[in-house]
T-cell receptor, first 110, second 114 residues
Framework: DQQVKQNSPSLSVQEGRISILNCDYT??????FLWYKKYPAEGPTFLIS?????DKNEDGRFTVFLNKSAKHLSLHIVPSQPGDSAVYFC?????????FGTGTRLKVLA | EAGVAQSPRYKIIEKRQSVAFWCNPI?????LYWYQQILGQGPKLLIQ????????DSQLPKDRFSAERLKGVDSTLKIQPAKLEDSAVYLC????????????FGPGTRLTVL
């Protein structure tokens, strides 16, 4: 039973446009959500997070939106840059135990 | 600040052999995690240590996997004997006490079991 789902395995976006990566979860007990970015041959690096008491968190070009009623979160990257090309994982946390999604490979085309 | 270190980076073994991975977390980080990431999947938590005590090992296949964290710093993860389905990247992560929501990952060890 996959509690955190990223239904799009890949996404291609033109440089300068918006990238939207989606994530759905099933467990209403999750109270903290994170996005990680992973380059080949490296470990995931923390990107941005959001607590369940908020519906939006912004950090530079990255914004995470949380819709608790829909159990859905999304990561917006504006504007997208070629260096953003990576695999993005969403993760959900309850009592500090992380459950990761399967990842979405983002390719930003120059 | 030095990141999480892991070794080896790559390991190829035959099934039924044993293998061990090593992790050195960021200095001062009390919490250490081992994840297994199978190709095409997200990382799955195997075990979580708080200092040298185990907080969660519910997803660790204890018949073949073992882990220890001596003196609350370095950690080793062992597989004995390995199976084909153990082929994966093994990621170590660490976090500061009180900020367990932010985990810092090492580069991982890619294990191939033939």
């Amino acid at each position: 039973d996959q509690q955190v789902k990223q239904n799009s395995p890949s996404l291609s976006v033109q440089e300068g446009r918006i990238s939207i990566l989606n994530c759905d979860y099933t467990n209403s007990m999750f109270d903290y959500f994170l996005w990680y970015k992973k380059y080949p041959a490296e470990g995931p690096t923390f990107l941005i997070s959001i607590s369940s008491i908020k519906d939006k968190n912004e950090d530079g070009r990255f914004t995470v939106f949380l819709n608790k009623s829909a159990k859905h979160l999304s990561l917006h990257i504006v504007p997208s840059q070629p260096g953003d090309s990576a695999v993005y994982f969403c993760a959900a946390s309850g009592t500090y135990k992380y459950i990761f999604g399967t990842g979405t490979r983002l390719k930003v085309l120059a | 600040e030095a990141g999480v270190a892991q070794s080896p980076r790559y390991k190829i073994i035959e099934k039924r052999q044993s293998v061990a991975f090593w992790c050195n977390p960021i200095s001062g980080h009390a919490t250490l995690y081992w994840y297994q990431q199978i190709l095409g999947q997200g990382p799955k938590l195997l075990i979580q240590f708080q200092n040298n005590g185990v907080v969660d090992d519910s997803q660790l296949p204890k018949d073949r996997f073992s882990a220890e964290r001596l003196k609350g710093v370095d950690s080793t993860l062992k597989i004995q004997p390995a199976k084909l389905e153990d082929s994966a990247v093994y990621l170590c992560a660490s976090s500061q006490e009180g900020d367990e929501d932010t985990q810092y990952f090492g580069p991982g060890t890619r294990l191939t079991v033939l």
